[in-house]
């Protein structure tokens, strides 16, 4: 970005202008003083466990050109920007510079994918041109606004991530971005805890009344009630389906096409499917696996169509996706493949990973390491007791839990019949211990090795396990694939 701390001040509101110390033109904005560098604004966030103006100066010395403040602070020699709520204020600061863009901006939330499905559409629209994204899920009040006013200005596209977990969450986010696409992945139960009785279809929804002018809405139809609240706002809109055989946009996986499946020198997969782009088709190669991937492979391939790109581009861009960490990167240790999923978890996506993971297993052993899914508020006791039924339907050949609601979860498996190991497991350690007991108790190594998925909630930190596991295997020839996004397209922010 280039502002003026003048043109922020006209922007906020403050009559006074800034601190009297002249004017300064900034061209980035940090909230963390050990990024800040010559040209940053550094905004004084006040946090649960330290205060950002309490770290001001030390941005200053590192460069920064300006300050955004909620309290008086010491002269520092920069212009110092004084509002009452420096997250709103960073807010406003966004909108501003979103009215000087000339890209396209997308903007994608859901329950289940979003950060994937961002990450995705945002390699397929650099096939074409510039284009930038908030960094991971860098997606509430703070990362998504820094994301926007740390772009260039002169991007093809932007494609920015709007994550909700409490009431009037989307129209903070939405009215700053006021979208050209709005793109609405998927609904279920997620941040049910903070988001109240009216409901995720109609949060989600929100983000339909903020459209730029001219612009337009691209939902999911498999979702009657994202479906029906989508409706109500009275937008343009366009529809995607992976069930749906009438929708312009649809896709289909195909089955007996995945890349990398059966492969010992690897574990890297891929998936087929086949697109249908509002009248054309194409079979494309993308980063997913599975059914659930032919609900991101054509939001992605919708949005991308609607913004200009070809059927050719589109299958370009999604050859080249990478999937971002923790988001089913998978490799091979020894006669184990692993899939790492531990970045989130909601009972969406839950059951999409244990369909996807137990899928690939391919009559190998099946083992979940789960931790317990948050926010749910007063249906998580349901939730929980569900994703037991669920599993006992995937016949693992063990589950080990970490976290809580472990009673609901162990009466869904009782109903639906599992009788195999149950290994609740608190740290890296417990879970090395109960993972060393069950192999040498057992025929799991007899039975060619298998597969392991890690998921469950942050709060659970299954990371830690994950790398328990892949420390203690250590011996193991590793294999596979590569985790993360590297090797984009240098037009991708």
């Known amino acids: 970005m280039r502002l003026s701390t003048m043109e922020m001040a006209a922007c906020l509101g403050l009559t006074g202008g800034v601190a009297p110390v002249g004017e300064a033109v900034v061209s980035c904005v940090v909230t963390d003083s050990r990024e800040a560098r010559p040209g940053a604004l550094f905004v004084c966030v006040p946090g649960e466990r330290v205060d950002g103006h309490d770290f001001a100066a030390s941005a200053v010395a590192r460069g920064a050109a300006a300050v955004l403040a909620s309290r008086p602070l010491p002269e520092m020699g920069v212009p110092a920007l004084l509002v009452e709520d420096t997250v709103r204020a960073l807010g406003r600061l966004a909108s501003l510079w979103r009215g000087k863009t000339r890209a396209k901006v997308v903007c994608v939330t859901g329950t289940a994918g979003k950060t994937t499905l961002k990450e995705a559409l945002a390699q397929v629209l650099a096939v074409r041109g510039k284009t930038a994204r908030?960094?991971?899920?860098?997606?509430?009040?703070?990362?998504m606004p820094c994301a926007v006013l740390n772009t260039d200005g002169d991007e093809d596209f932007w494609v920015?991530?709007?994550?909700?977990?409490?009431?009037?969450?989307?129209?903070?986010?939405?009215?700053?971005?006021?979208?050209?696409?709005?793109?609405?992945?998927?609904?279920?139960?997620?941040?049910?805890?903070?988001?109240?009785?009216?409901?995720?279809?109609?949060?989600?929804?929100?983000?339909?009344?903020?459209?730029?002018?001219?612009?337009?809405?691209?939902?999911s139809a498999d979702y009657p009630d994202l479906t029906r609240e989508a409706a109500a706002w009275g937008a343009k809109l366009h529809f995607f389906s992976a069930v749906d055989q009438r929708a312009a946009y649809r896709?289909?996986?195909?089955?007996?096409?995945?890349?990398?499946?059966?492969?010992?020198?690897?574990?890297?997969?891929?998936?087929?499917?086949?697109?249908?782009?509002?009248g054309e088709t194409c079979d494309v190669l993308t980063p997913f696996q599975g059914a659930y991937g032919a609900e991101n492979s054509i939001a992605a391939a919708a949005a991308a169509h609607l913004l200009g790109l070809s059927a050719a581009e589109i299958a370009e861009g999604l050859a080249r996706a990478r999937l971002p960490l923790q988001r089913f990167n998978r490799c091979r240790l020894g006669v184990w493949d692993v899939i790492d999923d531990t970045y989130n978890a909601n009972p969406l996506s839950m059951r999409r990973m244990?369909?996807?993971?137990?899928?690939?297993?391919?009559?190998?052993?099946?083992?979940?390491?789960?931790?317990?899914?948050?926010?749910?508020?007063?249906?998580?006791?349901?939730?929980?007791?569900?994703?037991?039924?669920?599993?006992?339907?995937?016949?693992?050949?063990?589950?080990?839990?970490?976290?809580?609601?472990?009673?609901?979860?162990?009466?869904?498996?009782?109903?639906?019949?599992?009788?195999?190991?149950?290994?609740?497991?608190?740290?890296?350690?417990?879970?090395?211990?109960?993972?060393?007991?069950?192999?040498?108790?057992?025929?799991?190594?007899?039975?060619?090795?298998?597969?392991?998925?890690?998921?469950?909630?942050?709060?659970?930190?299954?990371?830690?396990?994950?790398?328990?596991?892949?420390?203690?295997?250590?011996?193991?020839?590793?294999?596979?694939?590569?985790?993360?996004?590297?090797?984009?397209?240098?037009?991708?922010?």
């Open 160 to 219: 920015m991530e709007a994550g909700i977990s409490h009431a009037g969450d989307m129209d903070e986010l939405a009215s700053v971005l006021r979208p050209d696409l709005g793109l609405i992945l998927n609904v279920g139960p997620g941040h049910t805890e903070g988001l109240g009785h009216m409901g995720v279809a109609w949060h989600k929804a929100r983000l339909l009344a903020y459209l730029a002018e001219g612009g337009c809405g691209l939902v």
């Open 354 to 493: 244990l369909d996807a993971a137990a899928r690939q297993a391919r009559g190998r052993a099946f083992v979940p390491v789960l931790g317990e899914m948050g926010e749910l508020g007063a249906v998580a006791g349901h939730m929980h007791e569900e994703l037991g039924r669920h599993l006992a339907e995937l016949n693992p050949a063990a589950i080990f839990w970490k976290g809580g609601h472990a009673d609901a979860v162990l009466a869904g498996l009782a109903r639906g019949g599992y009788a195999g190991p149950w290994l609740p497991v608190e740290e890296a350690e417990s879970f090395m211990m109960a993972w060393k007991e069950l192999v040498h108790g057992s025929a799991l190594e007899e039975k060619r090795g298998g597969l392991l998925l890690f998921k469950g909630s942050r709060f659970n930190r299954l990371e830690n396990l994950l790398t328990a596991f892949r420390e203690g295997n250590a011996d193991m020839k590793a294999t596979g694939a590569r985790e993360g996004a590297e090797g984009e397209s240098g037009h991708v922010l």
């Open 251 to 278: 896709a289909a996986w195909l089955e007996d096409e995945t890349v990398g499946a059966h492969a010992d020198e690897s574990a890297s997969t891929g998936g087929r499917y086949r697109l249908w782009l509002h």
């Open 134 to 143: 908030n960094a991971m899920n860098h997606n509430n009040q703070i990362g």
